[in-house]
């Protein structure tokens, strides 16, 4: 079974589409601990209210992927849970290929890779390691920071047709051509996550991060045709996670 036919399992069974970003803000008085039960606590008291859980370096750098991350990669899929890791991989194949094994052997079911690096010794091994292993590749078509445009939005000469395309559209029609389980798209540009959704339709599901902390609005971002809202600090910081995660879910519900 395909990590988008899991994910999608998980939302139902949930009645959540919300992946929490497992993310906490740098305290270097705070020991490796410390975290690590701040993190499996919050894990522990929202789970009920979202369908996975995305990692990236807050946890990674401190904690290590083969020692408390892999903790609770194991807690979250314990609780039934699927797992992301937001690697960004973007880098020469041999590389990817050695991020990719790593992520995966740590339990992850799905990474982030970034398709600036191409196909031909950059995807194509990320892809490769993840059919063997029947885990996911998501593809990240649209940041949600304000400099996003710089890179993502700019105009470029497409090769393959011969004619100019944004950034962002031709990573897209990547996306659907590589059979990506997914792709990112900032929820903080709506117009974006639609544009996208054009090129997509339903046959590739649209994460979009940004939600609360950087202003991403939810009704906005599922009206654009977002299928996965990313929450992180409108939910780790709050000083009731259950609580705010818990509101996030049923909003996104009427939504």
């Known amino acids: 079974m395909s990590f988008r036919v899991k994910i999608e399992q998980v939302a139902k069974n949930k009645e959540s589409k919300i992946v929490l970003a497992l993310d906490f803000p740098f305290e270097k008085s705070e020991n490796r601990e410390n975290l690590f039960s701040k993190a499996e606590h919050v894990l522990d008291v929202v789970h009920p209210h979202i369908c996975a859980v995305k990692f990236n370096h807050h946890l990674v750098l401190p904690l290590g992927a083969f020692d408390g991350v892999q903790k609770l990669v194991k807690k979250a899929h314990s609780l039934g849970l699927m797992a992301i890791m937001d690697c960004k991989v973007n880098d020469i194949g041999s590389t ?3 991020i990719a094994e790593y992520y995966y052997a740590a339990g992850f079911d799905a990474l982030i890779a970034n398709p600036f690096i191409g196909w031909e010794e950059g995807l194509e091994p990320i892809f490769e390691v993840a059919h063997r292993l029947q885990r996911g590749v998501i593809l ?4 949600s920071h304000k400099g996003a445009s710089e890179g993502y939005g700019q105009t470029i000469y497409e090769a393959e047709s011969g004619q100019e395309t944004l950034q962002y559209v031709s990573f897209a029609k990547k996306a659907l051509k590589l059979e ?3 792709v990112v798209v900032g929820a903080t540009y709506p117009e974006k996550i639609r544009e996208v959704h054009e090129i997509l339709g339903e046959k590739t599901p649209i994460y979009s991060p940004g939600i609360g902390a950087q202003g991403g609005e939810i ?3 599922l009206k654009a045709g977002a299928h996965y809202l990313i ?3 409108a939910i780790t910081l709050a000083e009731n996670p259950e609580g705010s995660a818990r509101e ?3 909003f996104a519900k009427l939504g």
Do not use: H, P
């Not at 990240?140 to 940041?143: D, F, Q």
């Open 96 to 98: 990817n290929q050695v």
């Open 140 to 143: 990240l078509v649209y940041m």
């Open 180 to 182: 990506a389980d997914g």
């Open 219 to 221: 009704k906005a971002a």
């Open 231 to 233: 929450v992180g600090r």
């Open 248 to 250: 996030i879910r049923n």
